[in-house]
T-cell receptor, first 114, second 112 residues
Framework: DTEVTQTPKHLVMGMTNKKSLKCEQH?????MYWYKQKAKKPPELMFV???????INESVPSRFSPECPNSSLLNLHLHALQPEDSALYLC?????????????FGPGTRLTVT | GEDVEQSLFLSVREGDSSVINCTYT??????LYWYKQEPGAGLQLLTY?????DMKQDQRLTVLLNKKDKHLSLRIADTQTGDSAIYFC????????????FGSGTRLLVRP
């Protein structure tokens, strides 16, 4: 099973809303990632969690707040977003964060900020 | 700095072979990847090759690696309309970040 699941599939939110994106994997992977993908571009790394600890933050604005409650779950809390934050948000997981190989991606959450 | 380059677009007729090319810069990469992204979907890990290999075959997919020229290619035999998608080449950086560096993606259009 190489499945990473993400909810919701689509999300529309206003600039004053607070919402959360969720990601789950049951492959026993100990590294989980958030990526942002704009149309016609490759994914851009936002955050890396390794063994449930934040190991990389790619200078992401504080209106994005990640959380890793346990080794299977990864959340991304959103608050006071801007229209330019509209994008496809992809979660990924891999065996561990030190070698980081064989990253498996979820289907993504399509976020629209109005 | 690190850079992965791909051509932007490829159009082939159904039943023909497709070859998507990629060049990368980090000679110490251990793994190189091909991901497929269909419209509105996430990235699917199609195949990967370890850097000490020259070729890997997996059903209709053949990956060729030329380490000297830092060139990677993906050949899809008997291309089908369901193969229409964006294909991303990616390499793993072997510094402490182990970041996955993506190319810009090649859009493959398969004509009936």
């Amino acid at each position: 099973d190489t499945e990473v699941t993400q909810t919701p599939k689509h999300l529309v939110m206003g600039m004053t809303n607070k919402k959360s994106l969720k990601c789950e994997q049951h492959m026993g992977h100990r590294a989980m990632y958030w990526y942002k993908q704009k149309a016609k571009k490759p994914p851009e790394l936002m955050f890396v969690y390794s063994y449930e600890k934040l190991s990389i933050n790619e200078s992401v604005p504080s209106r994005f707040s990640p959380e890793c409650p346990n080794s299977s779950l990864l959340n991304l809390h959103l608050h006071a977003l801007q229209p330019e934050d509209s994008a496809l948000y992809l979660c990924a997981s891999s065996q561990d964060g030190t070698s980081g190989r064989h990253r498996y991606f979820g289907p993504g959450t399509r976020l629209t900020v109005t | 700095g690190e850079d992965v380059e791909q051509s932007l677009f490829l159009s082939v007729r159904e039943g023909d072979s497709s070859v998507i090319n990629c060049t990368y810069t980090d000679s110490s990469s251990t793994y190189l990847y091909w991901y497929k992204q269909e419209p509105g979907a996430g990235l699917q890990l199609l195949t990967y090759i370890f850097s000490n290999m020259d070729m890997k075959q997996d059903q209709r997919l053949t990956v060729l690696l030329n380490k000297k020229d830092k060139h990677l290619s993906l050949r899809i035999a008997d291309t089908q309309t369901g193969d229409s998608a964006i294909y991303f080449c990616a390499e793993i950086l072997m510094d402490s970040s182990y970041k996955l560096i993506f190319g810009s993606g090649t859009r493959l259009l398969v004509r009936p």
